[in-house]
């Protein structure tokens, strides 16, 4: 299976801020990299697909990036209704493993 | 717009067996795929498998395999997925989603079905 590592595993920031999640394949999987968010009590929403594509009706200041087995997630301009976890997810092969969540915070 | 509403929670003892079900609507239900996704007190999302809603192959994860079976009816636009022999360990929060098929995104969550399994 392909093992999927996030960093960190915890963020602290402010309203406003620009912030950075990374997640690691262990082994290369292309573009075939999904960033989801996840709210306490909901489900997962997808928010970037293929690496760096951005789903319909997500707002523009979340964006990602990678290709090969390194990729970010970036949100510029943090809003009150951003902070929450969010995981990674490879669909390069089956079982289509996710990362461990990053859970971002407010500070 | 596009909806996927699951059923309840559910408890179960050790050994029994629970099926969830996954009812889509707003789109067509045969031209996409449903992935079935597990949250244990935790864990990490752990993808079980997907069933392709028209022809109804299926794939599922190693792990589980032997112990889950997913299903559909086109008729109701409705996914199932059937896991036996459960453990306390299959205590989890159960999520199908809907994916595109060739790109294995999940663009559209169910709320969740809580299995609780407890003697």
């Known amino acids: 299976d392909i093992q999927m590592t996030q960093s960190p595993s915890s963020l602290s920031a402010s309203v406003g801020d620009r912030v950075t999640i990374t997640c690691r394949a262990s082994?290369?999987?292309?573009?075939?990299l999904n960033w989801y968010q996840q709210r306490p009590g909901q489900a997962p929403n997808l928010l970037i697909y293929?690496?760096?594509s951005l789903q319909g009706g997500v707002p523009s200041r979340f964006s990602g990036s990678g290709f090969g087995t390194d990729f970010t997630l970036t949100i510029t301009g943090l809003q009150p209704e951003d902070f929450a976890t969010y995981f990674c997810q490879q669909s390069y092969s089956t079982p289509y493993t996710f990362g461990q969540g990053t859970k971002l915070e407010i500070k | 717009q596009v909806q996927v509403v699951q059923s309840g929670a559910e408890l179960r003892k050790p050994g029994a067996s629970v099926k969830v079900s996954c009812k889509a609507s707003?789109?067509?239900?045969?031209?996409?795929?449903i992935h079935w996704v597990r949250q244990a007190p935790g864990q990490r999302l752990e993808w079980m498998g997907w069933i392709n809603a028209g022809t109804g192959n299926t794939k599922y994860s190693q792990r589980f395999e032997g112990r889950v079976t997913l299903t559909r009816d086109t008729s109701a636009s409705t996914a199932y997925v059937e896991l036996t022999s459960l453990g306390s360990e299959d205590t989890a929060v159960y999520y199908c989603?809907?994916?595109?098929?060739?790109?294995?995104?999940?663009?559209?969550w169910g709320q969740g079905t809580l299995v609780t399994v407890s003697s």
């Open positions: 707003g789109y067509t239900f045969s031209a996409y795929a």
């Open positions: 989603a809907r994916g595109p098929l060739g790109n294995y995104r999940l663009d559209s």
């Open positions: 293929a690496a760096s």
């Open positions: 082994r290369r999987i292309d573009a075939y």
